[in-house]
């Protein structure tokens, strides 16, 4: 009497399938260091585009076109009612700003060319920080914000620049919206490409187990045993 074979379990020796995600114990160290790296680049994109807003500070202040003041001794006034000046410093903010925001995306895709999560919140935290940066930068190292006590200084009838001031508070996310756009640009344009599965690289065994064959059934003791074919 024979024993019944036992159909033999080929699924241990095949290659995972790509993409299942086996579980190891290196996986989850893997995935962590991975999450930690990005985080770490995406901050110190975040922190030098922060920087950067000291330029943009710097630069309101020289191109900004300034609001003439005067004072009567009892009142001060626009010396130009009909002047653009103030609406001309927020479009000056923005547009430098967009044009630090070009500068920035291309300087961080030259940098990290493989892009990422991380790099693109960077680039959009930092430029949003940076502007905020310019912003106050530029009204701090302006002319006096008390218009009061700057026209008692100078004097009636004499003719003094305003404070500077950003009316349109979304020009804040100019550099942010232009990093963004540029940096996608540039990745999807000259960014590293994902090589493509052709359906080569894996044989179809890799993928599939052919069925065992169905157990012999046992002996039986009355049987006859079989007879070697006979020979003519």
Same mark, same amino acid.
């Given at each position: 009497?024979?024993?019944?074979?036992?159909?033999?379990?080929?699924?241990?020796?095949?290659?995972?399938?790509?993409?299942?995600?086996?579980?190891?114990?290196?996986?989850?160290?893997?995935?962590?260091?991975?999450?930690?790296?990005?985080? +770490?680049?995406? =901050?110190?994109?975040?922190?030098?585009?922060?920087?950067?807003?000291?330029?943009?500070?710097?630069?309101?202040?020289?191109?900004?076109?300034?609001?003439?003041?005067?004072? !009567?001794?009892?009142?001060?006034?626009?010396? !130009?009612?009909? &002047?653009?000046?103030?609406?001309?410093?927020?479009?000056?903010?923005?547009?430098?700003?967009?044009?630090?925001?070009?500068?920035?995306?291309?300087?961080?895709?030259?940098?990290? +060319?493989?892009?990422?999560?991380?790099?693109?919140?960077?680039?959009?935290?930092?430029?949003?920080?940076?502007?905020?940066? &310019?912003?106050?930068?530029?009204?701090?190292?302006?002319? !006096?914000?008390?218009?009061?006590?700057?026209?008692?200084?100078?004097?009636?009838?004499?003719?003094?620049?305003?404070?500077?001031?950003? +009316?349109?508070?979304?020009?804040?996310?100019?550099?942010?919206?232009? =990093?963004?756009?540029?940096?996608?640009?540039?990745?999807? =344009?000259?960014?590293? +490409?994902?090589?493509?599965?052709?359906?080569?690289?894996?044989?179809?065994?890799?993928?599939?187990?052919?069925?065992?064959?169905?157990?012999?059934?046992?002996?039986?003791?009355?049987?006859?045993?079989?007879?070697?074919?006979?020979?003519?």
């Amino acid at each position: 009497m024979t024993a019944p074979l036992t159909p033999h379990d080929h699924s241990s020796h095949l290659p995972p399938y790509p993409g299942s995600g086996g579980s190891g114990p290196g996986k989850g160290e893997d995935r962590t260091k991975a999450v930690l790296s990005e985080a +770490r680049r995406g =901050a110190l994109v975040a922190l030098l585009v922060t920087v950067c807003g000291i330029a943009l500070g710097l630069l309101w202040l020289w191109l900004s076109p300034r609001v003439p003041l005067v004072s !009567d001794g009892k009142a001060v006034y626009l010396k !130009d009612t009909e &002047g653009e000046e103030a609406i001309g410093g927020d479009g000056t903010f923005a547009l430098i700003a967009a044009g630090l925001g070009i500068l920035t995306a291309a300087a961080v895709f030259w940098r990290y +060319r493989r892009g990422g999560v991380g790099v693109v919140l960077g680039l959009a935290a930092g430029g949003v920080l940076a502007s905020v940066v &310019g912003w106050r930068l530029g009204i701090w190292l302006g002319p !006096d914000t008390d218009i009061v006590a700057h026209a008692t200084a100078v004097g009636p009838k004499v003719v003094f620049d305003a404070p500077l001031e950003l +009316r349109a508070k979304s020009a804040l996310v100019a550099w942010s919206v232009a =990093a963004m756009v540029v940096h996608l640009v540039l990745t999807s =344009a000259f960014g590293p +490409r994902e090589p493509e599965d052709d359906g080569k690289g894996v044989p179809p065994e890799a993928y599939w187990t052919p069925a065992a064959p169905p157990p012999a059934p046992p002996a039986s003791p009355d049987s006859p045993p079989d007879e070697p074919p006979s020979k003519e």
